[in-house]
């Protein structure tokens, strides 16, 4: 069984460069989740880790954000056998569920996402998850590249934890130097 570093360096997906991130943060190196999603044993493997961390949770539904989460909440959920939901962007700049998704009250959510920075994409989803009353007994994401420990009062997991520089667009060494700037994935 590879490693999570190796199975994004072995895809392709640590990109090297100056990038502007969905969260608006720049960063000389970006993590393309799609690289590896597009190989189901990859897939398979990291979510395998999630859902094995969050098996005794006993989650009823596993819902994730809009691209990349979609396909880690149905892995992660069909692993745990149970259902999975996602939460697109809405009019108001949040996400909600549409498509006949529903979470009843009490009902136990993982929250499960692909890389995470600032964890607004976490935020999102856990805005719906409440507005419905189901109850978040954890967040799973395949890579945390925060550089610190999230803390949203609920048990967190990263597959992998990689220390990456992240600027402020007015701070970027990359923008001073006057290296163009390079936006590859969107929300």
Request: charged share 20%; hydrophobic share 35%.
């Amino acid at each position: 069984m590879m490693d999570v570093e190796e199975i994004f360096e072995k895809s392709g997906a640590i990109l090297k460069g100056h990038f502007l991130l969905t969260s608006g943060l720049h960063s000389p190196v970006y993590w393309e989740k799609c690289q590896v999603l597009q190989f189901p044993e990859y897939t398979e493997q990291l979510c395998q880790m999630i859902a094995d961390h969050f098996k005794k949770q006993e989650a009823q539904v596993v819902a994730g954000p809009t691209t990349g989460g979609i396909i880690i909440a149905y892995e992660v959920a069909r692993q745990l056998g149970v259902r999975s939901i996602f939460a697109e962007k809405n009019d108001s700049g949040g996400r909600a569920f549409r498509r006949g998704f529903n979470i009843s009250p009490g009902e136990r959510v993982l929250i499960v996402d692909d890389i995470f920075t600032t964890g607004s994409s976490i935020r999102e989803v856990i805005t719906p998850v409440n507005d419905h009353g189901g109850t978040i007994v954890g967040i799973g994401v395949l890579v945390d590249r925060s550089g610190q420990t999230p803390d949203f009062g609920i048990p967190f997991f990263s597959c992998h934890r990689a220390i990456v520089p992240t600027y402020q667009p007015q701070e970027c060494p990359q923008c001073a130097a006057g290296t163009p700037l390079t936006k590859p994935g969107s929300s």
